[in-house]
Nanobody, 123 residues
Framework: QVQLVESGGGLVQAGGSLRLSCAAS????????MGWFRQAPGKEREFVAAISWSGSTTDYADSMKGRFTISRDRAKNTVYLQMNSLKPEDTAVYYC????????????????WGQGTQVTVSS
């Protein structure tokens, strides 16, 4: 069993930066692939980024490439999402998720989810 708690969301102006954190509990955390997703009001949950259990492989949605960076600290059981050059369209609730196999972009392939953290980007 893995429990995930996101933090770091908030209100930021367009062009600004935020770093989200996802703290995980559970002894097997280091063996899980991790993903970040987001969901804006009235829209479906969409893939943002993912990282393999080792941290050696990452994947990003096209609109996030070059602006967002996913990383993990296995010693701290934490995954991060560094978000730069934020845009108003990045406004959403951001969720982290975990799965036991390799990284994928489909939300329904992840086994565990956090409660989400709100990110609001003002223009």
């Amino acid at each position: 069993q893995v429990q995930l708690v996101e933090s770091g969301g908030g209100l930021v102006q367009a062009g600004g930066s935020l770093r989200l954190s996802c703290a995980a509990s559970g002894r097997a955390f280091s063996s899980y692939a991790m993903g970040w997703f987001r969901q804006a009001p009235g829209k479906e949950r969409e893939f943002v980024a993912a990282i393999s259990w080792s941290g050696s492989t990452t994947d990003y949605a096209d609109s996030m490439k070059g602006r967002f960076t996913i990383s993990r600290d296995r010693a701290k059981n934490t995954v991060y999402l560094q978000m730069n050059s934020l845009k108003p369209e990045d406004t959403a609730v951001y969720y982290c998720a975990a799965r036991t196999l390799g990284i994928v972009v489909l939300a329904n392939e992840y086994d565990y989810w956090g409660q989400g953290t709100q990110v609001t980007v003002s223009s």
